[in-house]
């Protein structure tokens, strides 16, 4: 069973428009919840971060976390070109060792059409 | 803004070649790992490091693989014995307190071995 499940999409939608990306996960260990964002050959850019379930709100971005479900969701709103990229979702637990191993999703690729 | 910075930005070799990878993490940071992205793949934890010792490391990384600080401000991933199946893009990332698991990353080492 894959640790983490993200729908890589494509994802296509007009300028202006309310984008979800999702994930779901198995490892009920994990406590911290992060969204990255990619451009094509770049290194992953982190957007979002979230510990508890609940919403957290950045400008036109929303991260949700519902651990009963283990489900966590990126709602960008107002959606513009520039958004266009891959997302990555990534999640980790201490793991006693003094550091956090990052699991990722394989991530969605978001176009957005002007 | 402090960022990651990695280099070179694209190495080729031949198989059997020996390579090493740079990074400078931001500054003030104290854990320092490397991850790996194979194309069209999920980006991979490789290997964590802190206080000049490694926290945690992936299957992914056997002996083939070595990390090393050997200053304060670098940090570098040596491939002894490169393969094909090694080519991939190579990210380091740092993170800058024990209790935080939110990642910066570099703009990566995209390895092409031939």
């Known amino acids: 069973q894959k640790e983490v499940e993200q729908d890589p999409g494509p994802l296509s939608v007009p300028e202006g428009a309310i984008v979800s990306l999702n994930c779901t996960y198995s490892n009920s260990a994990f406590q911290y919840f992060m969204w990255y964002r990619q451009y094509s050959r770049k290194g992953p850019e982190l957007l979002m971060y979230?510990?508890?379930?609940g919403n957290k709100e950045d400008g036109r971005f929303t991260a949700q976390v519902d651990k009963s479900s283990k489900y966590i969701s990126l709602f960008i709103r107002d959606s513009q070109p520039s958004d266009s990229a891959t997302y990555l979702c990534a999640m980790s637990s201490y793991s006693g060792a003094g550091s956090y191993q990052l699991t990722f999703g394989k991530g969605t690729k978001l176009s957005v059409i002007p | 803004e402090p960022e990651v910075t990695q280099t070179p930005s694209h190495q080729v070799t031949q198989m059997g070649q020996e390579v090493i990878l740079r990074c400078v993490p931001i500054?003030?940071?104290?854990?320092f790992y490397w991850y790996r992205q194979i194309l069209g793949q999920k980006v991979e934890f490789l290997v964590s490091?802190?206080?000049?010792?490694?926290?945690?490391k992936s299957e992914i990384f056997d002996d083939q693989f070595s990390v090393e600080r050997p200053d304060g401000s670098n940090f570098t991933l040596k491939i002894r014995s490169t393969k094909l199946e090694d080519s991939a893009m190579y990210f380091c990332a740092s993170s800058e307190l024990v209790d935080s698991p939110q990642a910066f990353f570099g703009q990566g080492t995209r390895l092409t071995v031939v």
């Open positions: 500054s003030n940071h104290l854990y």
């Open positions: 490091f802190y206080n000049n010792e490694i926290s945690e």
């Open positions: 979230t510990y508890s379930s």
